[in-house]
């Protein structure tokens, strides 16, 4: 008898070893559909002025800058209980989903080491992908305000209005940035790697009047003939 209670003490520990060994932390996102567009540039204007004439002109243009491009989209997942094969115990249906998606450059992320990214972090990586961190679309100028709704990355906890930050536009209009505003969009940084984090507002009304659950926008290098920057998708889905 005393014997059938250590053997079952060892199983129950060796069970809740195997279930505690994996934990919950953003998980790889799988792509199943995109569709990517640009902006066609506008006609030119013309003037036909008299010989002899002098003409003062001012001149008004929108340019589409190659030096970032931008993701929006809807997510889908379940919340799950998994051991590290993969195999699940169980699951669960979400209605309405809440969390967060990440972008970064490189596909192996250290999520127990993230923080909000520092201010030569964010040098660094101006510096890596070609731009000029004193530019007014430099990712140091873009990601200029200090606020954010407090969030956890895996068992991380990033306090609110702690970490850089930037707001997409809601109805082809810039947001005044609030914690409570949608589309919220963040740095973090694992200590090699910035990571892009922008919250899930599911079926929010986004940039171009349409529903979205998540919008967000990631440097690129864009001029000198550098090749186009490959990244890295993960999300965190909450409860």
Not at 224 to 236: A, K
């Amino acid at each position: 008898m005393k014997n059938n209670k250590i053997i079952a003490i060892a199983v129950f520990l060796m069970v809740m070893f195997t279930l505690s060994y994996v934990i919950g932390q953003p998980s790889g996102a799988q792509i199943t559909y995109n569709v990517t567009e640009t902006k066609t540039p506008a006609p030119a204007d013309y003037l036909n002025t008299s010989g002899g004439t002098f003409t003062t002109l001012l001149l008004q243009s929108e340019t589409q800058n190659l030096r970032w491009k931008a993701y929006a989209g809807n997510v889908s997942g379940v919340l799950t209980l998994d051991d590290s094969g993969d195999y699940s115990i169980y699951q669960w249906s979400l209605t309405e989903i809440t969390g967060e998606v990440y972008a970064s450059r490189n596909d192996s992320i250290t999520w127990a080491s993230v923080a909000c990214a520092s201010e030569n972090q964010i040098t660094t990586e101006d510096t890596n992908m070609n731009h000029t961190s004193s530019n007014e679309d430099s990712i140091n100028s873009t990601f200029s305000y200090q606020i954010h709704k407090g969030f956890t990355v895996g068992t991380v906890p990033i306090a609110e209005n702690t970490c850089r930050s930037t707001f997409t536009w809601a109805n082809d209009t810039a947001q005044t940035p609030s914690v409570d505003a949608p589309f919220a969009e963040v740095l973090l940084h694992d200590g090699s790697n910035l990571i892009y984090t922008t919250f899930i507002d599911d079926n929010t009304q986004g940039f171009n009047y349409n529903n979205y659950d998540f919008q967000m926008i990631v440097a690129e290098k864009g001029v000198g003939g550098y090749p186009n920057t490959r990244y890295y998708f993960y999300m965190e889905l909450g409860s």
